[in-house]
């Protein structure tokens, strides 16, 4: 479905195209479960998703995440093509998906706004702190609307750039914090709907930047402080320049992945 998306790599040969969009998928799926502690390497997320394993000694629910991941990126791609317009009824869908738990806690809904305040802790400067400035549940709705606007104004502008794209649909998305869990899954699947509508591969934080990537958000939230209706969803803009790095590095990497796979290619039509 991916290579419907993007242009760029239908100069592969099918079988390389194929195998390509496979390893989007569980780079991607493997990245963001494993920043939010899920314990299956790249190997393993590799043998659930394309041959069904069952790792040994692994939790079922690190493999139930992996297989909800993958199905909300069937989602996005679908919606992409469908040229669907964003909505609550959308991200609650995209949630149901990542969610794979069964809901038993009405404070942690499923496919539906928190109900109560949802803090952090943060690591800022060897320190630990806490993070009191997502928005409070009854903020949630009307900045998602406000969010939902922009987003659909970046995907139509050809004037914003796929990495400027992503940094303010992931950053201003965590800062409102909408679910009482999985944020952070949901912000870069999001985020990376204006990026995929532009033409480049999605941009894919690696696991070896995990702490880089938590302590750049939370500086940044805290310099802004607690989010509400009446406050931009940038915050501080100056205090992401942290962030906007690791995305660029992020989103570089990402592109050479194509490169990489076009060597391929060329290397085995100078064979023919």
């Not at 190997?43 to 041959?51: A, R």
């Not at 992996?66 to 093509?81: F, P, T």
């Amino acid at each position: 479905m991916l290579s419907r998306l993007l242009p760029s790599i239908q100069c592969l040969d099918q079988d390389l195209r194929e195998a390509f969009q496979q390893q989007i998928r569980v780079r991607w799926t493997h990245y963001s479960t494993a920043l939010e502690g899920n314990t299956l390497n790249e190997g393993e997320t590799l043998g659930v998703l394309q041959y069904g394993l069952t790792i040994a000694g692994k939790p079922l629910i690190h493999h139930n995440e992996v297989l909800g991941h993958s199905r909300a990126l069937d989602l996005v791609y679908g919606w992409i093509l469908e040229k669907r317009r964003f909505s609550e009824e959308a991200l609650f869908e995209l949630h149901q998906a990542i969610q794979t738990a069964v809901e038993v806690d009405y404070f942690k809904p499923v496919g539906a706004w928190k109900r109560e305040p949802n803090s952090t802790l943060a690591k800022l400067g060897g320190i630990t702190t806490i993070n009191d400035t997502y928005a409070t549940p009854e903020h949630v709705a009307p900045l998602i609307q406000t969010w939902l606007q922009e987003f659909d104004r970046i995907r139509g502008s050809p004037s914003v750039s796929p990495l400027d794209a992503y940094i303010w649909c992931h950053a201003t998305f965590v800062r409102i914090h909408p679910f009482a869990d999985g944020n952070g899954r949901m912000a870069r699947l999001v985020a990376n709907i204006p990026v995929l509508e532009k033409g480049f591969l999605p941009v894919l934080i690696p696991l070896e930047k995990r702490l880089a990537y938590i302590e750049a958000l939370a500086a940044w939230q805290i310099a802004s402080g607690r989010v509400t209706p009446e406050t931009p969803l940038e915050g501080d803009v100056d205090a992401l320049s942290d962030f906007r790095a690791l995305c660029a590095n992020a989103f570089e990497s990402s592109q050479a992945m194509l490169a990489e796979a076009i060597v391929q290619q060329k290397a085995r039509s100078q064979k023919k």
